[in-house]
């Protein structure tokens, strides 16, 4: 049955980070833009003993809880929903500091769709740790974003029993929490065999104090100053044979493709546009906030030809938002229920990416020169906004995978 | 819980529809527009599907629950078939739902049954006026009390079927509320004007009427001496209109991508190069986004949710949006043929422009 009521643990998630937002974000938003690389170390002990509360990472083995605890059951499976729902208000929160949450995020993400169930008690068990810890994704190459599959000249080398990496990346957020101020991990992608292409890539945990592993550099950028952007450089890096992510068998051969990439993006992507629409959303409402302070009544229900200009700028948002939204909740719902979602996810970045940006970029220029104004957020969230049509696959990255799904065409066939 | 899936019941009215849409409505939707026409048999088989009686509980005469979910589902697939064809086939839902929505439990009782049990027979509302910018909740036509009768003043347009209508639900201004009148067509003062000519949904057959001290009985008001309340019924009809927007697109969507994947232009099909490709991913993806907001405003309407009348309203305007916006390009894919009566693409771009006012002729 076509349903849109929320259901008690997702209920639960969203008071509790709505909580947390107002009053351990908001109130040092402005400090921690204005420290850049600044470890928010107060959110951060904060948000890992809530999450100990929670029962540890926020990614975790959906079906391994359920066996823990069969009275769980009473539930349908709302995993990925509940995350996308915290994702959104923790950004609406403050973005740069959602990207600093200890509990697990893109590097847990790819550990909990391409592990076995042996990797994802070894490597998400540390967010049930004594100490907070960071996780992070290492993909983009200094020649190579979206290309990086094919283009990759990070390799691993099997020597022994271990893999020995090589290479050079960059943008890793939160890749110096992980590897420097945490017993973090990061999760490499890199090739077994160079001749293979794209389908010679896999994930790699490389943990906290591997020796061959560094970060030389974190990045200064427009937006989400919170959160670091780490270059990684992996020099004769020595892993255990165990940390290439999947089963070794298949792992060795080198045909199977790209898929474990994939994988992750099908559940990451929805989340990344959860948290853009978190932005979007705190941007709206502050718009609305200002208005009603100014007086200023927005009327619902009637044609375009008689609204005001802010009457018709504000429902196009509020229709932007909310629609944006649900392809995000569709999306993790088939991720809950373990349908293919590899479509939705990307509909669900694209629309996430273009709406965060409209609006806060509409919001500011709305709302003149204290849109402006460093005296309030709104300036902020407009910079905070554009990474998420950047980041996890650009727009035009997305649009292409939308397009080749709907079309049925291989990359061959449209690039 | 948040789920996206129909129920078994919904899925199978759904199927039902889609056969009818794609068998019977989509085919005759050229001819029907450029003969300004549906044969009566179309419209017939349409309404045997039970659209309207599904959502009509037992007491009166039906045999489901009111639920707009259901509605919106079906609605989609008559605007992917034809709307004009779905205006048509639907058209004494505008009539029943509101009723259904507002009447008192006595016309509940005595109204919808003849309309529901018989054949489809043109029992239709007259909603919307000639002003450019028409508001529901300020209607121009005015209905006074005057001792035992409301007396009617005003004009209307868009009444589909107007010449040979069983019965029309007139809405008007009561003292500044929108309320609804059972009227015959016979009434005296009641006059049908000519038959409309319309930039789109040709096939229907649209009238201008106007009342002039027309006077029907304190019984006709829907909802009685209290009245009802209009919002849901906006919000019914706003769904409805918006679906039928989602359909509609999904067609002009589904025809431009397979014709971009036939078409070749500088050695491999249009559909291979990212200017088309881009165009269609975002088409897809705006009428996914929009089907949802419909879906969950049909949903808060369902279950009595304080914001259900805005959530209608918001679908509507995204719905209005997204159906010139794919319509257009899907014109724009086809190029010149585009422009060509003998493709289909024309027609739904000059029906997804009418979106906007197709509330009032429609509901769920």
Redesign the interface.
Known sequence: ???????KPIVNVRNMTQMVAENMMRPVSRYYDDHEHEIPWDYINFMHDASQQMGGAFVTDEEEKKEEKPEKKK??P?GY?RLAHMAEMLSWGDTGLYLCSPVGLLGAAAVSATGTPEQKKRFLSRFSGEKPVFDGMAMTEPHAGSEMPSQTRTTAVLDGDEWVLNGEKIFVTAGHKSLIDSDGFIVVWATIDPEAGRAGVRPFVVEAGTPGCTVPNVEHKLGIRASDTATVLLQDCRIPFGNILGSPEIEKKTKKGFKGAMATFDASRPLVAASALGIARAALDFLKEILKEEGITLR???????MTNLEREV??M??ML???W??V??AC??MDNKKPNNL?AS?SK??AGDVVVKITQRAVELLGTIGYSKEHLLEKWFRDAKINDLYEGTG?IN??I??RR??D?TRH??S | ???????EE?AMLVDAVKRYSSNDLRPAAHDADEEREFAFDLLEKGWELGILQASIPEEYGGFGDHSA?TGVLAAEELGWGDIAGGLAVMAPAAYVIPILLGGTEEQKKNLILPVIEAEWKPYVAAFNEPQ??????EMSTTAQLEGENYVLNGEKVRVPFADKAESILVFANLDGKTQAFIVSPDAEGLQVGEREALLGIQALPTYSVRFENVTVPFEARLGGEEGFDPELV?ASSNVAAAALGVGLSRGAYEYA?DY??EREAFGGPI??K?SI??M???M??EI???R??V??AA??LD?GKEDA??AA??AL??AS?MAMMVTDRAVQILGGYGYIREYPVELWMRNGRGI?TFPGLVSV
């Open positions: 049955m076509i349903s849109f009521e929320l259901v539930y349908p709302v929903q619902s229900g009637l044609p375009r030809s008689r429902i196009d509020e229709v909310r629609s944006a649900l392809l909740l569709k719902w088939m939705e509909m694209v629309r035009q649009r292409l939308v397009a709907i079309l065409y066939e449209l | 819980m948040s789920s996206f899936e129909p129920t919904q979910v450019f910018d028409f508001y529901a909740g906006f991508r971009a994947k559909a291979q990212q490709a881009f269609l991913a975002e897809a993806i996914e986004a929009i949802l907001l879906w969950e949903w808060k279950e009348s805005h309203y918001v305007t995204g949006d906007p």
